[in-house]
Antibody, heavy 119, light 107 residues
Framework: QVQLQESGPGLVKPSETLSLTCTVS????????WSWIRQSPGMGLEWIGD???????NYNPSLKSRVTISVDTSKNQFSLRLSSVTAADTAVYFC?????????????WGQGTLVTVSS | DIQMAQSPSSLSAFVGDRVNITCRAS??????LNWYQQKSGKAPKLLIY???TLQSGVPSRISGSGSGTDFTLTINSLQPEDFATYFC?????????FGPGTKVDIK
């Protein structure tokens, strides 16, 4: 299994853009789908979206207007940008992967990073 | 969206007990149901996929069953390391959704 590690600011101001990066090690990013999932006390676990190394993306419709997920195969990284954040976006953000098979689960997860939205 | 419900929301059990956690989907999802274990401050860990297939390295006292809309996670002979929160997740539709979790603690 690959290892994943999230990185990025732990504090973001309201109305600004949250940016996180997930670095993949122990395997190539040029396979699998690469996901972002968040967890908050109020919303539980919420899938944000994912990206295939080819660039194909899938987004949660509830967040689609504010989310961009991108991949950098040269760095074995993928990234999340969430715009116009509010306090409701405060959560632990996880990156994870799933196989390129219909119905595949999330095999590997990063340790998670807490992002707080506050002025 | 496919809504996932779990019951109970929490339970207390002794070491050695058998525990059942149920998960219900708002529509049929075939066998595209996965179970995760999460301990405090850690990421979820995949236990079971395709409703009943044990992930590599997961002890055989843990099992899953069900299809369609109703699924069960069973832990036989509960061990100290099993006290955690358990989540189900449907992978039938790309808008992946999780259950609210079941917290298992020590009685």
């Amino acid at each position: 299994q690959v290892q994943l590690q999230e990185s990025g600011p732990g504090l973001v101001k309201p109305s600004e853009t949250l940016s996180l990066t997930c670095t993949v090690s122990g395997g190539s990013i040029s396979r699998y789908y690469w996901s972002w999932i968040r967890q908050s006390p109020g919303m539980g676990l919420e899938w944000i979206g994912d990206i295939h190394y080819s660039g194909t993306t899938n987004y949660n419709p509830s967040l689609k207007s504010r989310v961009t997920i991108s991949v950098d195969t040269s760095k074995n990284q993928f990234s999340l940008r969430l715009s116009s954040v509010t306090a409701a976006d405060t959560a632990v953000y996880f990156c994870a992967n799933r196989r390129e098979v219909i119905g595949a689960p999330f095999d590997s997860w990063g340790q998670g990073t807490l992002v707080t939205v506050s002025s | 969206d496919i809504q996932m419900a779990q019951s109970p929301s929490s339970l207390s059990a002794f070491v050695g007990d058998r525990v059942n956690i149920t998960c219900r989907a708002s529509q049929s999802i075939g066998r595209d149901l996965n179970w995760y274990q999460q301990k405090s401050g850690k990421a979820p860990k995949l236990l079971i996929y395709d409703a009943s297939t044990l992930q590599s390295g997961v002890p055989s006292r843990i099992s899953g069953s069900g299809s369609g809309t109703d699924f069960t996670l069973t832990i036989n002979s509960l061990q100290p390391e099993d006290f955690a929160t358990y989540f189900c997740q449907q992978s039938y539709r790309t808008l992946f959704t999780f259950g609210p979790g079941t917290k298992v603690d020590i009685k």
